[in-house]
C-alpha cells in the first residue's frame, strides 16, 4: 500500500449528496481491505475476439479511446483513490490487438482460460508486466458468456477442424489499427449473458512461480431484433456498454485482481488472504452499485472528461466514503482518522 497522504488532502467532508441517484446511505456494504495484492499502476490491453471479421473498426476505435480516457481520468480516479491510501493510481492502455480466427457463439471461463494459457504458453505476452497488466477478452456481437469451468467443444476438441490453433487462433504483434453471500470471498458469477451477466475478472497462474496472469471478459451487450438482451444494454450503442462493462471489471481487478484464487478455495480457512477490497457480504467495488440500485442508468451513464474532451460511459463504484455509488470528485475524499 502506498504511503498516506492524508496531510496534503483539502479538509472535504463528503454527504449525502455525493452519492448518485438519491442512492441510500448503505455502510454495510463498504469495501474492507483483506490483505491482498492491488495494482496501484494498471495496464491493460484490450484483446478483440474475433478481429476484424467480426468487429466493425469504428466500435473497435470508440472502446479503445473511451477506455483509456475513462481509467486515466483524474476525477473518477479521485473516488478509487481511497483504497490506496489516497496516494495517486494510474492507467496504461497498451496496443490492442485481435484473436483472429475464431468466432465463438458460446464462450465459457473455461474458453477464457484456455485462450489466456495459450498466449502465455506461446511466448506471446513475454513483453507484459503480468504483475500489472490484465487481459480483456471483449467477445464480438452475438457471443453469449457464461461462467463453466468447462470447455466449450469448439475448444476442447482436439481433432484440427475444431482446435483454434488450426483454425488460425492468433495473436498478432500488430496494433488493431495497420453478487448475496456470507462470506467476505465473491462468489462466482451465475448463469450467461442472455440472463444478465456483462462479464467478469479472474486469473490463471503460471510459469515456474505459478504467477497470476489476470484477465477479464466483456460482453458485447446490447437488445437484440427479437426484443431479448446479451449482456446488460444500458445504451443504444453497443460499444458504450462494453466500455461501461470494462470500466467496472478493471477497477474491480485492480483492487481485487487475485479474487480467483478465492473462489477456487473458497472453503480454505486462508483463502481469504487473496483478497484485496470486499464488502462483508463478498461483494467488490463495482458489484453493489448494480445490484442495489433501482434504476441503473443512474450508475451506468456518460460523464464529462476531466479535461473538457467529451463524455465516457461508465460504470460508478463504491464508495466508502460517501457509503455509495460516487461519480466523479474535483479532489479524493479524506481518509478515515
Known amino acids: 500500500m502506498a504511503i498516506d497522504r492524508l496531510a496534503d488532502l483539502p479538509r472535504q467532508v463528503p454527504d449525502g449528496a455525493d452519492r448518485v441517484g438519491g442512492a441510500p446511505s448503505t455502510p454495510a456494504e463498504d ?64 496496443p490492442s490487438h485481435p484473436l483472429i480466427g475464431y468466432t465463438p457463439p458460446v464462450m465459457t471461463q473455461g474458453d477464457v482460460e484456455y485462450c489466456l494459457s495459450y498466449l502465455y504458453d506461446q511466448g506471446y505476452l513475454v513483453q507484459y508486466d503480468l504483475s500489472s497488466t490484465v487481459f480483456n477478452f471483449l467477445l464480438p456481437p452475438g457471443t453469449v458468456l457464461n461462467d463453466e469451468a468447462n470447455r466449450q467443444a469448439t475448444l476442447a476438441d482436439t481433432g484440427r477442424k475444431n482446435d483454434p490453433r488450426a483454425a488460425g487462433f492468433t495473436f498478432t504483434t500488430a496494433s488493431m489499427t495497420d453478487e448475496e453471500s456470507d462470506t467476505v470471498i465473491p462468489k462466482a458469477d451465475e448463469g450467461d449473458s442472455t440472463s444478465g451477466l456483462g462479464g467478469y475478472h479472474g486469473s490463471i497462474r503460471k510459469g515456474p512461480k505459478k504467477s497470476p496472469v489476470y484477465y477479464s471478459v466483456d460482453v458485447f451487450s446490447e437488445r437484440r431484433a427479437d426484443g431479448s438482451a446479451n449482456g446488460i444494454p444500458v445504451f443504444k450503442e453497443p460499444w458504450k456498454n462494453v466500455v461501461a462493462t470494462l470500466y467496472h471489471e478493471l477497477q474491480e481487478a485492480r483492487t481485487d485482481p487475485d479474487v480467483e484464487d478465492a473462489i477456487r478455495d473458497p472453503y480454505n480457512p486462508n483463502a481469504e488472504r487473496y483478497l484485496g477490497w470486499t464488502s462483508d457480504r463478498g461483494e467488490e467495488c463495482g458489484d453493489y452499485p448494480i445490484s442495489g440500485t433501482r434504476q ?26 460517501v457509503h455509495g455509488p460516487e461519480g466523479p470528485i474535483a479532489e479524493p475524499h479524506p481518509l478515515p482518522q
Request: glycine share 8%; no cysteine.
Open 296 to 321: 441503473i442508468g443512474t450508475v451506468v451513464t456518460e460523464v464529462e472528461l476531466t479535461d473538457g474532451s467529451g463524455k465516457v460511459p461508465v460504470q460508478f463504484q463504491y464508495s466508502n466514503a
Open 31 to 94: 469495501l474492507k481491505y483483506r490483505g491482498g495484492q492491488t495494482i496501484q499502476h494498471l495496464s491493460f490491453v484490450n484483446l478483440y475476439v474475433g478481429g476484424n471479421s467480426a468487429w466493425q473498426k469504428s466500435d473497435i476505435e470508440s472502446i479503445d479511446r473511451a477506455i483509456a480516457a475513462a481509467m486515466a481520468d483524474r476525477k473518477l480516479n479521485n473516488v478509487m483513490r481511497q483504497y490506496f491510501n489516497n496516494a495517486e493510481i494510474t492507467s496504461t492502455e497498451l
